[in-house]
C-alpha cells in the first residue's frame, strides 16, 4: 500500500516560491523534479503554502513503502533537495499517512484537510471502527462532487496546534480545519488555523504522552539502531576514560608534581567545553557523520603517539593535542542525534544510557590507568584507549546514517563568537588553574573577561548567526537550569579528581585499591541512570532535581570532613568514603538525565541540537571551571602556609 510521506518546511523572508517566474519558485520546481526522477524517489509530489501563514510550505510525497523513503533519502536525497536552504529555513517535521483510498484527492485545485487526534495506543480494531464514522461524515459533510479521503499516521507524533497556533501539550480527540490554496502546477498543502505569534516553549511532563516510542525510521533493524547507540554512547565513555585514568597514570611517573597534575587533569574538560559549540556549528554546515569520524581518528592518532612518549613533557604534550579530539566527536554526537530522535520517551532512554555509560567509562579509564600504572606499564593505558577508539569509530562508520549527517548551506559559521569565547574562557580557566604560578596570572584573568564581553555583546546585538541563539534563553527556566549544571557538574568533578588524588596521595592506597573503592560509584551511577530514563516522565522534576542537589552537598561535605589522623583505611572508607560516593551517583547521574530531559523537551525541533551542544558544553565547563577555582584556593593557601613558616624561622 502507498505510503504518503507529510512534511513541512519554513519559507525564507522575502521568497515568492509559488510564482513560476521566480528564481527561488524555480529551485523549488527543480528540487522536486530532482526527487521524482531519482531511482526509488517518490511516485508524485503535491506542495503549497499554508493560506493563512505564507511562511510554512507542506509538501506530500508518494512512497512504496516507509523502508523505500528510507533507503532513498540515504542514497539520493539530500542531494536532490540540496539547494532548498536556500529558501527555507528548517524543517518542522516529517511524517507518514496511509491513504484511503488513495492520494489522487490531494491533486484538488482547493483542498480542506481535517486533523484528528487519538490515543496513542489505540487497537487495529478501533481503527476500523473510526475510519467507518469517518467516512460517514466526511461524506455528509461534502458535496456529492468533492474527492474525499481520509488516513491513519504511520508513526504516532504527529504535531499539534491549538486555535491559537501554539504547541499543543496533550493531544486530545479535537478537531483541526483549514483551506489550502494551490498553484496551477499540481502542488497542494495543509492549513490551520494559527494567528497568534509563537511564544516560548515550557516544559510539561505530559507532553511526552504524544511521543514516539518506536524505533526510528532511519534505522532498518534494531541492530543498526544499536550500534549506532553503541557508537554514540562509546565516544562519551572513551572521552571520561581518558579524563579519570590519566591522572593516574601521571601520577606513576617520576617527572610531574602535584602542582603539575591539576593542568593536564582539566584540559580535556576545558577544550570539550570551550569548543563543541562552534565545532557542533561546523557539525552542521558541513557533513556531521565526516566530523565525528575525523574527531574520533585524531584521537586514536594522538593516543598511539602518547603511548610512545619518551617523557612527562612529551607525554603532556600529546596530551595537549590528543583533547582536540572529544569535543570534535561529541559536538557531531549531539547534532546526529537531535536530528534523529525526537523529544519522547526514546529520547529520553538513550540520553539516560548516556549518562549511565559515562559511569562505565569513567570507571574504566581508573581501572586500566591503575592496571597500567602498577602492572601493565603506562602506556598500555594509552594503547587501549586506541583500541577502544577504534572499535568506536568502525561502529559508527558503519551504522551513522547518511542522510542523518548531511551539510545545512542555509548556516553559517560565527567566527567572531568562537573566536571571543574560546580565547575568553581559555584564559580565564588558565588564570585561576595555572596562572597564578605565574606574573602573567592577573592579565590572563583580565583579557579573558575581557574577551568574554565581547562575545556577550556579538552574541547578542552583532551576530546575525549566534552560536546561542537568545531564544534558547528565553525558554523558560533555561538560563536557570544551565547555570544549575554547570555548578552541579562542577562541584562533583571536584569530588571525582581530589577523592582520587586524596585517597592515593595521604591514605596512601595503591591504584587497584582505589579502582576498588570507586565500584559503588559506577555501579550505582549506572543503574540509577537507567532508572531515571524509564521514570522520569512521570516523576516531579523540580522536587526531584532538588533531592539530587542535597546528594551533591552531602557527597561534598563527607569528602571534607575525612579525618587526617591515621586512622584504618577500612573504617574511613565505610564511615566517610562509601557514603560519599553513594550520594555522589545520586546526585550525577539523574541530574544530567534531568537537564537533557527538559531542556531537549522545551525546546523546538530546529533547536535541539544547539540544546544538546549547551547541555555538553556547561557540563565540561563546569568541570574546568571549578576545578581552576580550587586550585586557585590551594596555592594560595600553601603560599600563606610558607609566609607563616618563614615567619617563624
Known amino acids: 500500500m502507498t505510503v504518503t510521506e507529510v512534511g513541512c518546511m519554513g519559507v525564507k523572508p522575502n521568497m515568492n516560491i509559488m510564482d513560476h517566474t521566480t528564481p527561488e519558485a524555480k529551485i523549488l520546481t527543480d528540487a522536486w523534479e530532482a526527487v521524482i526522477s531519482k531511482p526509488g524517489g517518490p511516485q508524485r509530489v503535491y506542495w503549497g503554502l499554508e493560506s493563512v501563514d505564507a511562511s510554512k510550505v507542506w509538501g506530500f510525497f508518494d512512497f512504496d513503502s516507509v523502508e523505500q523513503h528510507r533507503r532513498f533519502a540515504e542514497e539520493y536525497g539530500a542531494d536532490a533537495v540540496k539547494d532548498i536552504p536556500k529558501i527555507c529555513t528548517y524543517g518542522e517535521f516529517s511524517k507518514h499517512i496511509k491513504m484511503v483510498p488513495s492520494s489522487d484527492v490531494l491533486g484538488s485545485p482547493l483542498t480542506e484537510v481535517i486533523l484528528a487526534y487519538f490515543p496513542q495506543h489505540i487497537s487495529d480494531e478501533k481503527k476500523k471502527g473510526l475510519s467507518s464514522k469517518i467516512q460517514e461524515i466526511l461524506r455528509e459533510a461534502f458535496p456529492d462532487d468533492a474527492r474525499v479521503a481520509h488516513a491513519w499516521g504511520v508513526e504516532n507524533d504527529f504535531p499539534a496546534r491549538n486555535e491559537n497556533g501554539q504547541p499543543r501539550t496533550q493531544p486530545s480527540l479535537h478537531m483541526y480545519h483549514g483551506m489550502a490554496e494551490k498553484s496551477t502546477t499540481p502542488t497542494d498543502v495543509l492549513e490551520q488555523e494559527h494567528n497568534a505569534p509563537s511564544e516560548p516553549l515550557s516544559f510539561h511532563h505530559k507532553e511526552l504522552d504524544r511521543l514516539d516510542p518506536s524505533r526510528p525510521a532511519c534505522f532498518p533493524n534494531r541492530s543498526s539502531e544499536l550500534g549506532f547507540i553503541f557508537a554514540v554512547v562509546g565516544s562519551i565513555m572513551v572521552n571520561e576514560y581518558f579524563v579519570s585514568g590519566f591522572p593516574i597514570v601521571l601520577s606513576a611517573l617520576s617527572g610531574p608534581s602535584n602542582e603539575v597534575r591539576t593542568w593536564p587533569a582539566a584540559v580535556i574538560n576545558l577544550t570539550t567545553a570551550i569548543l563543541i559549540l562552534p565545532l557542533a556549528r561546523l557539525a552542521e554546515i558541513h557533513s556531521a557523520r565526516l566530523i565525528f569520524l575525523c574527531g574520533h581518528a585524531w584521537l586514536i592518532f594522538w593516543s598511539i603517539i602518547a603511548a610512545f612518549s619518551q617523557n612527562s613533557t612529551m607525554l603532556i604534550a600529546c596530551r595537549a593535542m590528543q583533547c582536540l579530539g572529544p569535543p570534535v566527536f561529541l559536538s557531531s554526537s549531539v547534532v546526529i542525534m537531535s536530528r534523529i530522535y525526537c523529544p519522547g ?235 560519599a560516593m553513594i550520594l555522589g551517583i545520586v546526585g550525577v547521574d539523574i541530574t544530567f538525565n534531568i537537564h537533557n530531559f527538559i531542556i531537549t523537551t522545551s525546546l523546538p525541533d530546529h533547536l535541539q541540537a544547539v540544546g544538546g551542544a549547551l547541555i555538553a558544553s556547561m557540563l565540561y565547563l563546569g568541570m574546568a571551571f571549578w576545578l581552576g577555582v580550587v586550585e586557585m584556593a590551594t596555592s594560595a593557601q600553601k603560599e600563606k602556609r610558607a609566609e607563616n613558616l618563614d615567619g617563624a624561622s
Open 345 to 579: 520517551p526514546r529520547n529520553t532512554l538513550t540520553f539516560s544510557i548516556l549518562g549511565a555509560s559515562s559511569c562505565i567509562g569513567f570507571y574504566s579509564g581508573i581501572f586500566f590507568g591503575a592496571l597500567s600504572a602498577q602492572v601493565l606499564g603506562w602506556k598500555w593505558y594509552f594503547l587501549i584507549g586506541a583500541f577502544f577508539g577504534a572499535g568506536i569509530f568502525i561502529a559508527g562508520f558503519l551504522t551513522i546514517p547518511k542522510s542523518h549527517g548531511n551539510s545545512r548551506s542555509d548556516l553559517e559559521m560565527d567566527w567572531l563568537g568562537t573566536a571571543t569565547a574560546v580565547t575568553g574562557v581559555a584564559l580565564v580557566v588558565y588564570a585561576l588553574t595555572d596562572g597564578g604560578n605565574a606574573p602573567q596570572g592577573n592579565v590572563a584573568l583580565i583579557l579573558g573577561i575581557i574577551c568574554l564581553a565581547v562575545f556577550v555583546y556579538v552574541e547578542g546585538w552583532r551576530a546575525s548567526q549566534p552560536l546561542v541563539s537568545a531564544e534558547v534563553f528565553k525558554t523558560n527556566y533555561m538560563s536557570r537550569l544551565v547555570v544549575a549544571l554547570c555548578v552541579s557538574y562542577g562541584s562533583f568533578s571536584l569530588v571525582l579528581f581530589y577523592a582520587s588524588f586524596h585517597i592515593e596521595s595521604v591514605l596512601y592506597t595503591g591504584p587497584l585499591l582505589t579502582t576498588a573503592w570507586f565500584i559503588p560509584l559506577t555501579a550505582g551511577g549506572f543503574i540509577l541512570a537507567l532508572i531515571g530514563g524509564f521514570s522520569l516522565h512521570i516523576l516531579n522534576v523540580r522536587r526531584l532535581l532538588i533531592i539530587l542537589c542535597l546528594g551533591f552537598l552531602g557527597s561534598l561535605i563527607l569528602f571534607s570532613i575525612i579525618p587526617d589522623s591515621r586512622i584504618s583505611n577500612s573504617l574511613l572508607y565505610w564511615a566517610f568514603i562509601f557514603p
